[in-house]
């Protein structure tokens, strides 16, 4: 058996959406700026998709604008609050420590040009509190970016209380749902927002297209030149196949939301409690106040990148955070914000479910995983003196 258990990663694409994309390739491929009738059925299909995606998340069509995925999205809704805020001579953002890279490298690309960022704490649990948001309100404050589920431990934010203080304030407000469309309702009147950031092969859509939310009146800023695509705010000839199979995926996991959020919650717990039972391992995030399908652990004494390999050969397919840092050696920005020490933050491992995987896939993991942990410290010095008691445990 071999078990895939890196949704948070990217997801399988739906095979509805995969359906519905076909034609757009081959049969109806016009460039949807053209006056003739093949571009104007490409228009008509990018029309549907907009409206498909504004509804699974209470907004106005007008309020959606397609981009090339999450990150992009992102990056257009932050730099288009710094500069809205930088016209009235504000320029404070808020966030935090645990965000996704595409945040906090634009945050750091801001700063470069005379922003100043405050990143808030997220305390040990993962989780950001309103009061928090609501001291670090400055008169000169332009924007709050607050991620919805954060990307590798899964825990969720206080959105909609965050987002109402924000309102009350007069800041803008952006939240990062790539984690959170698709696998916990999400309305964006009732959360307050003002942007939010989607990605479709989050949802089971095709990779390299997602939507960015912006409530009316948010005046936006091109991060891409070149054209009036997407009512002059994205240059580019639209991604028709991909807009139309990220609608279909959006469509087909809010339908059948609640149904999967048991389901998935269900394989979560069970995984919980499984990986609980190895000595010296740890929970991250809340254990409550999460994503459906995220479990992120430490285990002591070994590391993440021997973990992951070994599993892999084990059939098991996770990660130890998030994919667009894969690469790096460093500790998990995310459990280092949680006051996790550099040596534990190494050992970490994330697996993310959905309501493809199987309860024997649960148990398949649960099997494996203790197996390796077990032969990993066999062979670790740093084990070894944990165990003779040289060096403390630390969990």
Request: aromatic fraction near 6%; charge should be negative.
């Amino acid at each position: 058996m071999y078990v895939y258990a890196d949704n948070a990663a990217t997801t399988s694409l739906s095979p509805r959406a995969l359906e519905a994309m076909l034609p757009y390739f081959t049969e109806i491929y016009g460039n949807a700026s053209s006056l003739h009738t093949p571009g104007q059925k490409a228009a008509e299909a990018l029309q549907k998709a907009r409206e498909t995606v504004a509804k699974a998340i209470n907004a106005d069509f007008k309020e959606i604008y397609f981009t090339g995925g999450g990150s992009e999205a992102d990056n257009q809704a932050i730099i288009s609050g710094a500069m809205a805020g930088a016209r009235k001579g504000k320029k404070h953002i808020i966030s935090t420590a645990f965000e996704h890279h595409a945040v906090l490298h634009t945050l750091k690309k801001l700063e470069q040009q005379g922003f100043e960022v405050t990143l808030l704490d997220v305390h040990e649990n993962g989780v950001v509190t309103p009061e928090d948001v609501a001291a670090a309100i400055r008169e000169d404050t332009a924007l709050v970016t607050i991620v919805f589920v954060n990307n590798e431990i899964g825990t969720i934010q206080p959105i909609a209380q965050i987002g109402a203080i924000c309102r009350e304030r007069g800041v803008l407000f952006h939240t990062d749902a790539v984690q959170a469309v698709g696998h916990v309702p999400v309305d964006v009147r009732a959360l307050n927002v003002d942007m939010l950031s989607m990605a479709a092969h989050k949802f089971h859509g095709p990779k390299g297209v997602g939507a960015l939310y912006a409530r009316k009146g948010v005046p936006l800023v091109n991060v891409i030149e070149g054209g009036q695509q997407e009512r002059g705010k994205r240059a580019g000839t639209e991604n028709i196949p991909g807009v139309v199979g990220m609608a279909v995926a959006i469509q087909e996991a809010t339908e059948n939301l609640q149904a999967d959020m048991e389901y998935v919650t269900g394989l979560r717990e069970k995984l919980i409690a499984g990986l609980s039972k190895i000595p010296h391992s740890r929970l991250n995030g809340d254990r409550q106040q999460r994503a459906p399908g995220t479990v992120n652990f430490c285990f002591e004494g070994i590391e993440g990148e021997g973990l992951l390999l070994w599993l892999d050969a084990k059939g098991v397919a996770a990660s130890s955070g998030s994919a667009c840092t894969s690469g790096s050696l460093d500790p998990s920005h995310v459990l280092l914000a949680l006051g996790l020490p550099h040596e534990i933050a190494h050992g970490s491992l994330r697996l993310s479910l959905d309501a493809h995987n199987t309860e024997a896939e649960v148990d398949h993991i649960l099997k494996v995983v203790p197996q390796v942990v077990d032969y990993l410290r066999d062979m670790s010095p740093v084990w070894d003196e944990l165990e003779r008691g040289v060096t403390p445990h630390l969990i």
